[in-house]
C-alpha cells in the first residue's frame, strides 16, 4: 500500500516494528507512528541486532530518506515479535506485589521469594528463544497440566550487545502458578513452555531509565466481551534499576546479538483467578502502546 510519507516529526521517542507487509512475503522493519501507520524501513536493516548496535539510534532514523518508502496501517498487516535472533530472559521478584502473591502459592519455599526481593542479585531466569515468542494477536499458552495460569505484564528491556539499553516493549511472562507453588524446582516447567511469552507491538527509543519509571502498566482480561480482571501498576515501583538487572544478566554471559529482559510484574490476579481458552488478554504500557494477545491450550 503506497502513499504519503508519513508525518514523523518527533524523533525523541521513535517506535519501530517488525511486521510482514503481505502474508507472504519476508518480514520487514518499520517505523510506525501515532496515528497506526508503519512506513516501511526496506532494505536498511536486515536483522535487529544491527539496529540495536546503532549508537544514536533516534538521531539514524531521524536522518533517513523516507519519501519512497511504502506506507502500511498496522491494523492492516500482521505484526510479528518485534526480535529476529535474540534470547529472552526475566527478572523476578522485582516489585512487592509478586513477592508476596509467590509467597502466599508457595507451599514450601516462601522464604526463597523473601531472601531474593532483599538479596544484592536479583533473580533472573531463562524465558525464551527469539523463535518461539508470540507476537501481538497471535495465542499465549497456558498448559493443558496446569490449573492455575496468569498473564505477567512486563516492561521489556532490549538491550544491545554491550548491554546497553537500545529501546523497551511489552512483555507477557506467560506463569502457571500451582506448578511453581508446588516446587521452586519446577520454575522452568511453570515459565517455560510453547508459547509462554509474548512481545510487542514495537520497540520504543529513546526514552531514558527516569522516563519509563513514569510509565504506567495496565492488563485487562475479557472473557466473552466481559471484563474478569484489572489491574495496574507503575514502573517505578521496581525495586532495582534497568542498568543493575541489565548488570547481572551480562555477568559471565555474552549476547552479540543483544537481548532482552523482563524486569518482573507487579500485577498478579486474586488468587481465585485461573485464566481460560479464548480469554483476550490486553497489556497497556503509557509509553509504548498495546500487547494483545488470546489464550489457548498446549
Ligand atoms: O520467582 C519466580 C518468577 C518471578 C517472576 O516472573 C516475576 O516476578 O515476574
Ligand atoms: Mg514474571
Redesign the pocket.
Known sequence: MRGLPAPITDHSNMKFCRFLPTPSSPSSFGLLNDNGEITELSDQFNRLSEILELKDLAGHFAKLDLTKERRFQASAVRLLAPIDHQEVW???VTYLR?KTARMDESEFSATAYDRVYEAARPEIFFKATAHKVVGPRDHVGIRADATWSVP?P?LALVLNSRGEIAGYTIGN?M?SRDIEGENLLYLPQA?IYRRSCALGPCIVTGAGEAEARQWEIQITIQRANAVVFQGKTNVGQIKRTFAELAQYLFRSQEFPLGAVL?T??GVVPADDFTLQAADQIRIEISGIGALENSVKVV
Open positions: 526475566a527478572a523476578g509478586s505477567e512486563e511472562d506463569s515459565k523482563l518482573g510484574t
